[in-house]
């Protein structure tokens, strides 16, 4: 989920819906990602395979709305491939400049080598990747809580007048309306705790150890969030008295490092964001690589795409591509569009959480009618699936709906563009559904 580059930027987003009722918004989040977990979590556990979405879609629902789940998940992965390139320059620039490293950094000098960086890494093998994931992100992590809880004990509330409680918690109460908008945010905020699924291949029991990373992924990130949000709120707070420096913030935990302990510590959060967005940008590579290979496996079994290194263990040239595909996206907005990496962050991270929300509610609508055909007291389950698909849509409408400005009024044209391309694939060519089948099949066996 690349924790720090989240927490450093999307709370603000939150608050101007919500003021300083941010932890709150993500305390319900945490309530409704875990309800999306559940289902993918079930699905895991039914079908161990690359294809994630591809594959549970086209099990549960049919070969057509798999490869359409599996394209839009790809594509959504492929997006935030721009994501984790655009965040990595964005973050090395700050901290080359305040470390007086490089006073005037060139950001496409960085993203290129960011780039050769994380095909070394994502060549590595997946248990070794899996480890520098691990390590990259729980270091961060422990930062953020450790930074959390000195916030919350330094600051003077008798002084400040009002109780930590009351600051996350706005004394007027909160608009409905406004609460479900910044939930929308709140919830992509999430994206990419599923990735944990592409691994079906990989993992040694991943019938019981990819359901358990998908619910404590979720459940125990979403109380992350909540804590480190409430200390955001409370320590900006306290130090400008009220939320307008909160929500103008260029990096929330900076500020909040370089205030209550040392300018040292602001720093170091700045390394800990480009750690994390390389170590999304690996994760995003390493679970695109996997569906795309599922997908080739079944439509084309001897090419490129379909084969596995001489080890045995990765899509060798699905990680090279994909690898690539990042650069590729962002010298295309830099040079076609003349974005910054400011935007190219953005729009792609804009353009990837649109995408990613239409193979999760293909996988919800698989799990359940995956329950209700089971029959029996399993027809009940049904019930989360259900809430799960009205928060998905919901989250969809509020995502476009109204639509924003510039880049952000052509995005969402451009993901529908991108899904319709999908479906328009598997209405012309039957001989391609036929594969997927006979491919789903083969899995099975």
Request: with cysteine; aromatic share 10%.
């Amino acid at each position: 989920m690349a924790p720090t580059m989240a927490m450093n930027l999307n709370p603000q987003q939150l608050a101007e819906h919500v003021g300083s009722a941010v932890p709150i918004v993500f305390m319900l989040a945490t309530v409704g990602i875990a309800l999306i977990a559940w289902c993918f979590a079930r699905l895991s556990s039914l079908y161990p395979d690359a294809g994630a979405a591809y594959r549970f879609a086209g099990e549960t629902i049919g070969a057509r709305t798999g490869f359409v789940a599996g394209w839009s998940l790809a594509g959504a992965y492929l997006a935030f491939g721009g994501v984790f390139i655009g965040g990595a320059s964005i973050f090395s620039t700050s901290l080359l400049e305040s470390t007086g490293i490089w006073s005037a950094p060139n950001t496409d000098v960085i993203a290129i080598a960011a780039t050769t960086l994380l095909i070394m890494l994502a060549l590595a093998p997946v248990r070794r990747v899996t480890i520098i994931l691990l390590a990259a992100e729980l270091l961060s992590v422990i930062a953020m809580v450790a930074l959390s809880i000195d916030v919350v004990g330094s600051v003077d509330y008798g002084q400040l007048g009002v109780g930590a409680a009351d600051l996350v918690w706005p004394a007027g109460g909160m608009n409905f309306t406004a609460v479900a908008l910044a939930l929308s945010f709140a919830l992509l905020s999430f994206a990419g705790f599923e990735q944990v699924m592409t691994l079906g291949e990989d993992a040694r029991d991943p019938k019981r150890q990819i359901p358990i990373a998908l619910l404590g992924t979720a459940i125990v990130g979403g109380i992350i969030y909540t804590l480190i949000t409430s200390a955001e709120v409370i320590g900006i707070y306290d130090m400008s008295g009220g939320m307008q420096a909160f929500e103008k913030s260029q990096g929330l935990l900076q500020t909040l490092g370089d205030h209550y302990v040392s300018s040292s510590v602001g720093t170091a959060f700045e390394a800990f964001a480009v750690v994390s967005a390389f170590a999304g940008g690996l994760a995003v590579v390493v679970s695109t690589s996997r569906i795309i290979y599922a997908i080739s496996r079944d439509l084309r079994p001897s090419g490129r795409f379909a084969q596995l290194s001489k080890t045995g263990d990765a899509p060798r040239t699905a990680l090279i591509a994909c690898s690539l595909s990042g650069l590729i996206e962002y010298g295309v907005l830099r040079i076609g569009f003349g974005a910054s990496a400011d935007d190219v962050f953005f729009w792609a991270s804009t353009a990837g959480a649109l995408l990613i929300l239409i193979p999760y509610l293909l996988m919800c609508v698989g799990a359940g009618c995956s329950f209700w055909r089971a029959g029996g007291s399993r027809r009940l389950e049904v019930v989360v699936p259900i809430l799960a698909c009205a928060l998905i849509l919901y989250t969809l409408r509020a995502s476009v709906f109204p639509l924003g400005e510039g880049a952000y009024a052509v995005i969402p044209f451009v993901v529908i563009g991108w899904v319709v391309a999908a479906i328009l694939i598997v209405i012309a060519r039957p001989a391609l559904v036929d594969r997927i089948r006979t491919g789903l099949l083969a899995t099975d066996l």
